[in-house]
T-cell receptor, first 115, second 114 residues
Framework: AQKITQTQPGMFVQEKEAVTLDCTYD???????LFWYKQPSSGEMIFLIY??????QNATEGRYSLNFQKARKSANLVISASQLGDSAMYFC????????????FGTGTSLTVIP | DSGVTQTPKHLITATGQRVTLRCSPR?????VYWYQQSLDQGLQFLIQ???????AKGNILERFSAQQFPDLHSELNLSSLELGDSALYFC?????????????FGPGTRLLVL
């Protein structure tokens, strides 16, 4: 079974609008961490945001926020006020303590911001 | 600039050879992660070191090995290379503050096995 599922291979958003990138995860462990990364076409990998499973509040970092719904096992990334520079691949990942702190990555969502 | 350095940036080698990829974490970061990104397999976690000790192991092949040295730099050794090992290899260092973790990625080493 997939540990991390990103169901949107591609997304488009108008500049200055908000966009939500979906991510669901699968674990039976109460202790885990959730990560989002951005990979522009230049190839570098950029860490965006982290949410621990015990954190009560949703993580936020500037224009990025993580909509953490534990019961639904979802960790959607919300980007507010999209900018052209947000066009990139976005990967969701989970660190699963149950499997020795292994990382599991989703297949990614390609986001295109339209001017 | 994340502060994480990786060398070399590009590497072209032949099947059966051995290569070493090097990663220097940000000053003060104790944790180093290695990841592989290929067209076939997507992004995969290979291994994590924390202050010289292996902390977590992912989908790392037996032909691959890694270590973290006392000065905290890390090396990933890939041996008996196969065509399928061609990939982008990232390292990242991380800092943990309470329950929060932030990762910083190097620019990657692009390996091409011919």
């Amino acid at each position: 079974a997939q540990k991390i599922t990103q169901t949107q291979p591609g997304m488009f958003v108008q500049e200055k609008e908000a966009v939500t990138l979906d991510c669901t995860y699968d674990t039976s462990d109460p202790s885990y961490g959730l990560f989002w990364y951005k990979q522009p076409s230049s190839g570098e990998m950029i860490f965006l945001i982290y949410q621990g499973s015990y954190d009560q509040q949703n993580a936020t970092e500037g224009r990025y926020s993580l909509n953490f719904q534990k019961a639904r096992k979802s960790a959607n990334l919300v980007i507010s006020a999209s900018q052209l520079g947000d066009s990139a691949m976005y990967f969701c990942a989970m660190r699963d303590v149950n499997t020795g702190n292994q990382f599991y990555f989703g297949t990614g969502t390609s986001l295109t911001v339209i001017p | 600039d994340s502060g994480v350095t990786q060398t070399p940036k590009h590497l072209i080698t032949a099947t059966g050879q051995r290569v070493t990829l090097r990663c220097s974490p940000r000053s003060g970061d104790l944790s180093v992660y290695w990841y592989q990104q290929s067209l076939d397999q997507g992004l995969q976690f290979l291994i994590q070191y924390y202050n010289g000790e292996e902390r977590a192991k992912g989908n790392i092949l037996e032909r691959f090995s890694a270590q973290q040295f006392p000065d905290l730099h890390s090396e990933l050794n890939l041996s008996s290379l196969e065509l399928g090992d061609s990939a982008l290899y990232f390292c990242a260092s991380s800092v943990e503050r309470g329950t929060q973790e932030t990762q910083y990625f190097g620019p990657g080493t692009r390996l091409l096995v011919l």
